[in-house]
């Protein structure tokens, strides 16, 4: 069965700290995608980014960088010198083989940035 | 371009009423998706269209939930009756096609079953 494990319910950090997220994934799957997702406090989930299985490349985006480790099936994310604005729930997702797109969401991490 | 469109954005019934959702996905957008958020959890697909065709229903509780997609384009969830359990926001997607292509995102309508 697929399932994703965010085991950081809530982190809490100063303005300009780096911060990582942590993603744990499970799947028998040789072919899958991963997922992050920002729910800011609107409520509506803003994609982040999507990485494929056979990618195992690390990703930079502005202060956003993702750490994808096939090998101890994580794929965490770090912000560099968090803001403010940073403040949300922030999910990680795991989706079914290519020829579907059922998303399992994690339970998310509620990230609170202090000025 | 605009965004999946929802509405009501907040509902509140007791239980044992009814109570319907409807979606608008983003033009163009061939699959939809409705899913349930519960307090403190992440979401959770309940069902998953393609065009007017149902994809995946599996975790729809089809006892009281039911949505269709008539045309491929909105779409409207329905729950009858409500229990108390069903209070969470439900939030619906769409993407382009259903390779997993990125699911763009609605800003949900919250239901309170008191």
């Known amino acids: 069965a697929q399932k994703v494990t965010q085991a950081q319910t809530e982190i809490s950090v100063v303005e300009k700290e780096d911060v990582t997220l942590d993603c744990v994934y499970e799947?028998?799957?040789?072919?899958?995608?991963l997922f992050w997702y920002k729910q800011p406090p609107s409520g509506e989930l803003v994609f982040l980014i999507r990485?494929?299985?056979?990618?195992?490349q690390n990703e930079i985006s502005g202060r956003y960088s993702w750490n994808f480790q096939k090998s101890t099936s994580s794929f965490n994310f770090t912000i560099t010198a968090s803001q403010v604005v940073d403040s949300a729930v922030y999910f990680c997702a795991l989706s079914e083989p290519i020829s579907a797109s059922k998303i399992i969401f994690g339970s998310g991490t509620r990230l609170s940035i202090r000025p | 371009e605009a965004g999946v469109a929802q509405s009501p954005r907040y509902k509140i019934i007791e239980k044992r009423q009814s109570v319907a959702f409807w979606c608008n996905p983003i033009?163009?957008?061939?699959?939809l998706y409705w899913y349930q958020q519960i307090l403190g959890q992440g979401p959770k697909l309940l069902i998953q269209f393609q065009n007017n065709g149902v994809v995946d229903d599996s975790q729809l509780p089809k006892d009281r939930f039911s949505a269709e997609r008539l045309k491929g384009v909105d779409s409207t969830l329905k729950i009858q009756p409500a229990k108390l359990e069903d209070s969470a926001v439900y939030l619906c997607?769409?993407?382009?096609?259903?390779?997993?292509?990125?699911?763009?995102f609605g800003p949900g309508t919250r239901l309170t079953v008191l």
């Open positions: 799947t028998r799957d040789t072919t899958y995608y």
């Open positions: 033009s163009g957008h061939a699959t």
């Open positions: 997607a769409s993407s382009p096609t259903g390779y997993t292509n990125e699911q763009f």
């Open positions: 990485r494929n299985s056979f990618d195992e």
